[in-house]
């Protein structure tokens, strides 16, 4: 696909520039979850293939975005053309407020994917209200937001979506080739409406973890994958979805690193970069021996530092918000190991300020993945702990 012009490209920045600034003042909301399908870890093949565009500002100057125009009403399906009316918003404290591009100006955003268990229910056992809710559609699916998470934003959560190159009507899984040559581009389109219909900044992200070997052989290349994610986010902008902040999301494991940058669709493309952060990663129900135990830092530092060496000579921006945008942990023999694991999470956080967000995930029914928290009491106290720690809760979107 080819790119606009580049003084098309230096224009349409400008404009985005002049709005997130304005329409992230409004985004300070009382809380947040996110909800996260796991669509399968595994260790995929990757070679790194650079793409040096010009680097974005760094997490201490954020963008701005502009405010996205209005949707054309041709072709927009009814949900996206329902009005959107968010209750007042708190502004933060001090300096201490939401950026441009979601990014908080300190400490983290919050977020949870309740699965199995009702959000309200992890609220409360918790002790705190979230950030984040994350909500996952297919890329033949046209009600973007939806209902359900237009109710939690106007409730003060920040939202985030996932567009999976999956066709959630029953065809299985969406070729990346077939994205990038412009397959999806009516359902897509649709999408993008109801988002620039919605209005505020929302975290988008397209087809997390492509480097699971189960997408590389379904699903395609790397190159694929990144050809489908800058049509993606070109629809969306022609569509007038300039609220969009793009966050790109990778497994994270130390075998998928050798192509990890091959999936990188640019610099101009992404706001934001994720990975996981799962202490263990088999969905078998085992309890793990003891001496594989890593730390939270342990868990998660693999991949920043890649991002930080390899991902550099690749041409990614390493300035750049991280998120860690799914984490658990597994039983261990020894349970004091995962009650340890989430008592270490503030600290850890505090010493890499440059990771704004994180998001726990918990397993949806019928999946085995052994990382639900509420059967195991000591854990939920130390992430309740954990999330009412000074850190943690230097930023919060609770009002």
């Known amino acids: 696909m080819r790119r606009p012009p580049e003084g098309s490209s230096r224009s349409r920045r400008r404009r985005r520039r002049a709005a997130l600034a304005v329409t992230a003042a409004s985004v300070m909301a009382a809380s947040g979850a996110a909800y996260v399908l796991h669509d399968g870890r595994g260790v995929a093949d990757a070679r790194p293939a650079a793409d040096a565009q010009a680097p974005s500002p760094s997490v201490g100057t954020p963008t701005s975005r502009p405010a996205p125009k209005a949707a054309p009403d041709g072709g927009t399906d009814a949900a996206a053309r329902e009005s959107y009316s968010p209750r007042p918003r708190p502004t933060g404290a001090g300096d201490c407020v939401l950026g441009a591009n979601l990014v908080p100006r300190c400490g983290v955003l919050w977020g949870d994917s309740p699965g199995i268990d009702p959000l309200h229910v992890l609220e409360a056992k918790l002790g705190r209200r979230f950030d984040l809710v994350h909500f996952w559609h297919g890329v033949d699916q046209t009600t973007v937001p939806s209902r359900e998470a237009k109710r939690l934003a106007a409730q003060g959560r920040i939202l985030h979506v996932n567009i999976a190159s999956r066709a959630f009507a029953g065809s299985g899984s969406a070729r990346w080739s077939d994205v990038a040559a412009g397959r999806w581009d009516a359902a897509l389109t649709k999408q993008a409406r109801g988002v620039a219909a919605f209005g505020e900044p929302i975290f988008l992200t397209f087809d997390h973890e492509p480097d699971t070997k189960e997408k590389a052989r379904t699903r395609g290349t790397p190159a694929d994958f990144a050809r489908a994610w800058r049509r993606v986010h070109d629809i969306y902008e022609r569509n007038g979805a300039t609220n969009a902040v793009w966050a790109w999301v990778l497994t994270g494991y130390s075998g998928n690193f050798p192509r990890a940058a091959g999936f990188y669709p640019g610099n101009r493309y992404v706001d934001w970069i ?68 989430y008592q270490q999470l503030p600290a850890a956080l505090a010493r890499y300020p440059q990771i704004k967000a994180v998001q726990l995930w918990q397993p949806p029914k019928g999946m085995v993945c052994p990382y639900r928290l509420l059967d195991r009491p000591a854990e939920v106290a130390a992430l309740a702990k954990a999330g009412r720690a000074p850190y943690t809760t230097k930023f919060s979107l609770t009002g």
């Open 274 to 341: 994720g990975w996981e952060n799962y202490l263990g990663t088999l969905c078998d129900g085992r309890v793990w021996e003891n001496r594989r135990f890593r730390t939270f830092e342990q868990t998660f530092k693999p991949f920043y530092d890649w991002l930080k060496k390899d991902g550099v000579k690749a041409g990614i921006d390493p300035r750049k918000p991280y998120m860690l945008n799914g984490m658990a942990s597994v039983r261990f023999a020894d349970p004091a190991l995962s009650v340890r694991w």
